[in-house]
């Protein structure tokens, strides 16, 4: 021992210089150890169920781009957060999840609040789970989490840690590594992908989540610019990577093999940069590629690349990609710029409730501001947004990677938790359906306490309609639990800080949502609106 320092002593000197001092969490007695004096220079932002905290964390790892640490309480509060980390994990957000540990003298008799079998519990939602076989080796496995979290693909990691361990003298100060976050492609294949391009006659360029992860929004315009292909978003995206008001962009890919195959007929090539080939959900059966069309695939994910069910593979980082294919690829002589789009816009305004979702976004359309990026989680409304609400800028939508219901609430406060991080000033705004908003409710205290500007829309239909389309479209008729009577969300709300208010026209929405732009804090505008189907083609 070099020193009289503490594995904690030794621990948050190693957190301070990798910039973790933000912990997210809900203390429990297995962490408290951890969290003894607590120091200044660091930042608690406490949710009230581990749900919450995880998602809250994803998205203030993801506004900020940068890891985010996260403390959960033993086997029972990692497994409130385990759905969250399911979206964590498929959207490559890079979490540090630390759980406490009962003390080590006792783990043989397996004694209450034990983390049984603590490193096979989180899988196969982390890329690494790590329990360390020493108190002096917390440092190292901190390091060590942090790389793996970090590197392509990125992702969250566990850490399970015995409350005896932060008291135990340390070796000595932690190493501290540096470690790449892009893998560069293999330049002869790419070269290869360049010359496939430049020979296809009809090709159809789809992106998706990875490039504006990656920071590549531009490298995406000047390629398709080149390119001069029609541009769609993957089907179902977490996050939008090309502005949707360009004269390239024309539309999201449906979400069924037989959907993809109608949409691609009459293309030679298509070229999938930064997303999974394909997002397929519900099944409709068909052919993955029509006859006569190829597929190349570009992803930092070799598991993505495995997965494809057809056309060739490059693994390497989208941006460096983009860059490269950006001033090697010329669209042909004669190549026509593809129609534009035509947007499903009604507009219905002025109206008085209950509303349609398509009356609800047209007002939104007319107040949101341009920098306000969007969380979404109103499943059933999701043809409006897009035609209302058009992502034009790198950081403005924000979804679940997993599709589980519950992540748009926190994940709008970890977003403006993240923008003021980076001393970022401007408003989230999230669309958000009534049954959705019931999963992780509480995460709005979080934003309350902390006087975020959020402001959630909550679109009041009464009933879970994305679920009432699955029953017709897989004929189970008689699904029960699918209708939500009873639930007065505005007072909810007002009970956990936030300003609240029901908007039952779009002047009273426009009213509401303006004054929501000039409050101290987050504001909750329920609007009732008309149950509707989606359509799930």
Not at 164 to 188: F, H
Not at 305 to 314: C, I, N
Not at 333 to 350: C, F, I, S, T
């Amino acid at each position: 021992m070099t020193d009289s320092k503490t594995v904690h002593d030794v621990t948050y000197d190693l957190l301070r210089k990798l910039g973790l001092t933000t912990v997210f969490g809900n203390p429990g007695s297995t962490e408290q150890s951890f969290l003894a004096d607590f120091p200044d220079d660091f930042t608690y932002v406490l949710a009230l169920q581990e749900a919450s905290v995880v998602t809250i964390a994803d998205g203030f790892a993801q506004a900020t781009g940068k890891p985010a640490l996260v403390n959960l309480h033993t086997a029972a509060g990692t497994g409130n957060g385990l759905g969250s980390l399911v979206a964590a994990y498929r959207s490559n957000t890079p979490l540090i999840i630390t759980a406490g540990q009962q003390t080590r003298e006792m783990l043989l008799c397996d004694p209450y609040l034990a983390n049984k079998d603590e490193t096979v519990f989180p899988q196969p939602w982390v890329k690494w789970a790590y329990q360390p076989a020493r108190a002096e080796d917390v440092p190292a496995a901190f390091m060590r989490a942090y790389a793996t979290a970090l590197q392509p693909p990125a992702g969250p990691v566990f850490l399970s840690i015995p409350l005896d361990d932060w008291e135990k003298p340390a070796l000595g100060p932690a190493v501290v590594r540096t470690v790449a976050d892009r893998t560069a492609p293999d330049p002869d294949r790419l070269r290869e992908f360049a010359e496939r391009i430049n020979a296809a006659s009809r090709p159809l360029l789809v992106v998706g989540p990875e490039v504006d992860r990656a920071g590549a929004w531009d490298a995406a315009v000047a390629f398709a610019e080149r390119f001069g292909a029609p541009v769609y978003n993957s089907a179902l995206p977490d996050r939008i990577s090309f502005p949707e008001d360009h004269p390239l962009y024309q539309g999201t890919l449906p979400m069924t093999i037989a959907g993809v195959e109608q949409l691609v007929h009459g293309h030679d090539l298509v070229v999938v940069i930064g997303a999974q080939v394909f997002r397929y959900y519900p099944y409709v059966a068909g052919e993955y590629l029509p006859e006569g069309t190829e597929l190349l695939q570009i992803t930092a994910d070799p598991h993505m690349a495995a997965v494809a069910p057809v056309g060739d593979s490059l693994i390497g980082d989208v941006k460096l990609a983009l860059s490269y294919l950006a001033g090697a690829v010329q669209a042909p002589a004669g190549r026509q710029a593809p129609p534009p789009r035509k947007l499903a816009r009604v507009p219905e305004a002025p109206a008085s409730g209950p509303l349609t979702p398509n009356a609800v976004y047209e007002v939104l359309s007319t107040l949101k501001p341009v920098d306000s990026p969007l969380v979404m989680e109103s499943t059933s409304t999701i043809a409006e947004a897009q035609a209302w609400l058009p992502v034009t800028r790198s950081g403005g939508f924000y979804a679940t990677g997993s599709g589980g219901i519950g992540w748009g609430v926190p994940a709008a406060v970890g977003v403006a938790l993240g923008d003021r991080a980076r001393g970022v000033e401007r408003h989230v705004v999230a669309t958000i359906g009534d049954g959705s908003f019931q999963y992780s409710i509480q995460s709005i205290w979080t934003a309350a306490q902390h006087k975020l500007p959020i402001v959630y829309v909550v679109l009041r239909n009464g009933e879970y309609a994305i679920l009432k389309s699955f029953a017709l479209l897989e004929k189970t008729p008689g699904v029960p639990g699918l209708d939500l009577p009873g639930l007065d969300i505005a007072s909810l709300a007002k009970g956990f800080g936030c300003h609240a208010v029901e908007a039952n026209s779009t002047d009273e929405l426009a009213t509401a949502f303006t004054v929501a732009l000039d409050a101290d804090g987050p504001t909750v505008i329920v609007v009732p609106t008309k149950p509707q189907l989606p359509f799930l083609g």
